[in-house]
């Protein structure tokens, strides 16, 4: 994204006067936006957020000219609505292709299975350890068909299925973080 042009001092002397005939005021008000519009962009991750402020008022201050004749309003909201685009601007100029993901540790994933069956045959009853295992198997809408089957099942409200399957969990993490333990010793 290439840098805006910063405006004439004859520009900015017309910004300032367009955002308030006396000139304290009119410092202080294009002051407040643009800590304002450098909070926004700091807020959405921006880690050039000076920068994004700075060319929202360079814009804004080259097309003064026409703003002092035709712009009605608050000029607070076209700084944030001219920021709000180059924000766009520099989100598209910062995308870059995703490289590509390490290859997942399936020892790790291996590990952590094998400590689940453990726990599961220690900890639960086999009806607890099947309401588990099918509690989380599929995704997105089969997964939810599933626990409303399971919840109907058992004659259970689903949240009360939830707090079943949470109870059950509540027992099994401390079994599986010291199996975990123990296999990294």
């Known amino acids: 994204m290439s840098k ?3 405006p004439s001092p004859e520009a900015f002397e017309k910004l300032l006067g367009w955002l308030d005939p006396d000139r304290d005021k009119a410092a202080e008000k294009y002051y407040r936006i643009h800590q304002r519009l450098v909070r926004i962009f700091a807020a959405k991750g921006c880690a050039e957020a000076e920068d994004l402020a700075d060319q929202t008022a360079n814009v804004v ?3 003064i000219d026409w703003l002092v004749e035709n712009f009605v309003g608050d000029p607070a909201l076209y700084f944030y609505a001219v920021g709000k685009k180059i924000y766009q601007e520099w989100l598209k100029s910062t995308r870059t292709t995703p490289s590509p993901r390490p ?3 399936n020892r ?3 590990e952590l299975c094998w400590c689940l069956e453990k726990c599961l045959k220690k900890i639960t009853t ?3 350890a099947q ?4 509690y989380h198997e599929g995704d ?3 997964r939810i068909a599933n626990r409303k089957k399971i919840a109907e099942e058992l004659g259970i409200s689903l949240n009360a299925l939830r707090i079943r399957i949470c109870h059950i969990q509540a027992r099994l993490r401390p079994c599986i ?3 975990m333990r123990e296999l990294d010793n």
């Open 4 to 6: 805006r042009t910063p």
């Open 61 to 63: 201050a080259s097309k």
């Open 103 to 105: 290859a997942p540790d």
């Open 108 to 110: 790790r994933k291996e």
């Open 126 to 128: 086999p009806e607890e």
């Open 131 to 134: 309401m588990v295992v099918r």
């Open 140 to 142: 997105g809408q089969v």
């Open 177 to 179: 973080d010291e199996c």
